[in-house]
């Protein structure tokens, strides 16, 4: 239960009143990477670890951030992709065990 409370502390702003992002690519079988939206927000939520995330049909973020984590996220934007390189974190320093977020700030 503990760690669904944190889960939901860290992630909550991405379910609570949000919706489905109109301009996400399909869901199929391989899907790793969800989104939401709230506000002028986008939350891209990947189920998967991977090294780089890329986001399209997206504008130029003014700001991107993981939720639960203080460091600063890289990315590079081109052609209305967004690619997310995900920071290198150690299991003591990440955010949550499951489904990483990051907050793309329209």
Do not use: H
């Amino acid at each position: 239960l503990s760690e669904l409370r944190i889960w939901l502390e860290v992630k909550g702003e991405t379910i609570y009143e949000a919706s489905a992002w109109k301009n996400a690519a399909a869901v199929t079988k391989e899907t790793s990477l969800y989104f939401t939206k709230k506000g002028e927000n986008i939350f891209a939520i990947s189920t998967k670890w991977k090294k780089e995330l890329v986001v399209k049909n997206i504008g130029k973020p003014k700001a991107l951030t993981m939720l639960g984590y203080k460091g600063q996220i890289n990315y590079r934007y081109k052609n209305s992709t967004l690619f997310i390189t995900v920071p290198q974190l150690t299991p003591d320093i990440i955010p949550c065990q499951y489904a990483w977020t990051f907050k793309i700030e329209q």
